[in-house]
Nanobody, 124 residues
Framework: QVQLVESGGGLVQAGGSLRLSCAAS????????MGWFRQAPGKEREFVAG????????DYADSVKGRFTISRDNAKNTMYLQMNSLKPEDTAVYYC?????????????????WGQGTQVTVSS
């Protein structure tokens, strides 16, 4: 199995940027399809972005398209989420997740491994 650790969260003003990282250890990172999810207080966990094993295929929630970019470096066992033009509604705990099935899924139930999360707070 794989262990995941997120980092890079923090407090930022609206319009600012943050870059989240997800470091993986354990099994070979490149066998996992990866995703970023977020959960705001009182809300369900929602899909943000996903990336295929090779990084060649990506998917985004409509709410972040054009602002967020997901990427991965299999040589460094790390996935990233570059977040630009942040809005207060992006405030949430952000989680990275991994699954062994090939295609990207937007459902958190279809991911097998999760990190502990990193808080992102966007002030207005």
């Amino acid at each position: 199995q794989v262990q995941l650790v997120e980092s890079g969260g923090g407090l930022v003003q609206a319009g600012g940027s943050l870059r989240l990282s997800c470091a993986a250890s354990g099994r070979t990172f490149s066998i996992y399809t990866m995703g970023w999810f977020r959960q705001a207080p009182g809300k369900e966990r929602e899909f943000v972005a996903g990336i295929s094993r090779s990084g060649g295929l990506t998917d985004y929630a409509d709410s972040v398209k054009g602002r967020f970019t997901i990427s991965r470096d299999n040589a460094k066992n790390t996935m990233y989420l570059q977040m630009n033009s942040l809005k207060p509604e992006d405030t949430a705990v952000y989680y990275c997740a991994a699954r062994e099935v090939y295609y990207v899924s937007t459902s958190p139930r279809e991911y097998d491994y999760w990190g502990q999360g990193t808080q992102v707070t966007v002030s207005s």
